[in-house]
């Protein structure tokens, strides 16, 4: 059982508060992304997590063992960096061994075949005898993913592997990782800033912001139900829409000309949120949305329009045959069964 419980860590760095209070729980063979935008606190959680940093307070523990207070090469955790500091100077092989070889998991004999093995798993066999220096920032990235499942941890820590990697070479090994670390069956935390990478990879998403946790979810539900205003900006491209709603009677609210059933209960003034996707086009008088477009998007698959209303402005995404025109006036309306209601003093949801 290789469950990750991390319980309310704190890490300070002087003054500066990194991490506040950080909880999760990463299930046994779960592959979770922690994604956040720069210096929300992502490696500091992953470096605790590793031991390569202490925390101020709390605890973290694999399965049934209790790990923080452990030297790192106790914990049977592998991690992979950013820059994956292979060894230019060591071939291939020798850098997959290299673990094996330090906690001398095995005969040479039975280190060449795991070397073999997470060779084979990451396309490289044919590589063995090269000297990394040698390789191609993919085939490298495969290296140190190598070198980590190659002393088959518990748990493998990720911190940003493909963002040395250009676009097409990202994209084929993301889809590769997802398959192999299926495979392997290793309970996984993935970081990324990139959300289209974290919800294509993910089991669950830990959404951080300012040193703390915001969301933990599957990807489709922080994608429908955003926990906080953060969330439901920072996931989905382009992101969520806020329109400000002013209460006309319990459970009413009003935007624009638009009337809407929400919460009741919840103050006078509230944000609604709606997907780009989540607005239809209505025809006639009915009330509406009322825009004038400012700019249109086309995109093959479906296109995309930024609206400017009274006090504010609206990014709907509609289908590819649509006549949008900029300058022109649009009537939306955000599908009932789609609208999410956020307090704006709290900045959280109100959930219904
Ligand atoms: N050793 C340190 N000393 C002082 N401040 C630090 C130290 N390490 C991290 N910090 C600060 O803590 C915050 C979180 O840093 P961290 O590296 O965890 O961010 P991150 O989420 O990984 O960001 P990025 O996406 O840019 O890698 C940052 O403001 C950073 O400046
Ligand atoms: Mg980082």
């Known amino acids: 059982m290789a469950r990750i419980l991390v319980k309310d860590i704190k890490k300070t760095f002087g003054k500066f508060v990194a991490l506040k209070s950080v909880s999760m729980e990463v299930a046994d063979r779960e592959f979770t992304v922690l994604l956040g935008p720069s210096g929300c606190g992502k490696t ?20 049934e063992r209790r790990i923080d207070p452990l030297p790192p090469r106790a914990r049977n955790i592998a991690m992979v960096f950013q820059n994956y500091a292979v060894f230019p100077h060591m071939t291939v092989f020798d850098n997959i061994a290299f673990g094996l070889r330090m906690q001398k998991l095995g005969s040479e004999e039975e280190i060449r075949r795991t070397v073999e093995w997470a060779a084979e798993l990451m396309h490289i066999e044919s590589q063995l005898d090269k000297y990394t220096g040698q390789l191609s920032g993919g085939q490298r990235q495969r290296v140190a993913v190598a070198r980590a ?3 088959r941890p518990q748990v493998l820590l990720m911190d940003e592997p493909l963002s040395n990697l ?19 069956r290793t309970t996984t935390i993935y970081v990324t800033h990139d959300q289209v990478e974290a919800m294509s990879l993910a089991d669950r998403i830990a959404v951080m912001h300012g040193g703390e946790i915001e969301q933990y979810d599957t990807p489709l539900e922080i994608y429908r139900n955003p926990a906080t205003l953060f969330c439901g900006g920072f996931i989905g491209s382009p992101p969520m829409n806020f329109l400000e709603a002013r209460a006309v009677a319990p459970g009413r609210w009003r935007i ?51 609206l400017r209303l009274d006090g504010g402005s609206l990014r709907f995404a509609g289908d590819a045959d649509l006549p949008l025109r900029a300058g022109e006036t649009l009537r939306l309306r955000p599908r009932a069964d789609r609208l999410r209601w956020f307090d704006p003093g709290r900045e959280r949801a109100i959930r219904a």
């Open 149 to 151: 499942l190659a002393v």
């Open 256 to 306: 624009g000309d638009l009337e809407l059933d929400g919460p009741r209960d919840a103050g006078s003034r509230l944000l609604m949120g709606v997907r780009p996707e989540d607005l239809e086009p209505v025809q006639g008088e009915e009330p509406a949305l009322v825009g004038t477009i400012q700019v249109v998007e086309p995109l093959g698959s479906h296109q995309l329009a930024i």
């Open 166 to 184: 250009d676009a097409l070479l990202r994209l084929e090994m993301r889809a590769e990782l997802k398959t192999i670390l299926r495979e392997s």
């Open 44 to 63: 500091t959680l992953l470096r605790i997590i590793a031991g390569l940093e202490s925390a101020d307070q709390g605890e973290v523990w694999i399965g």
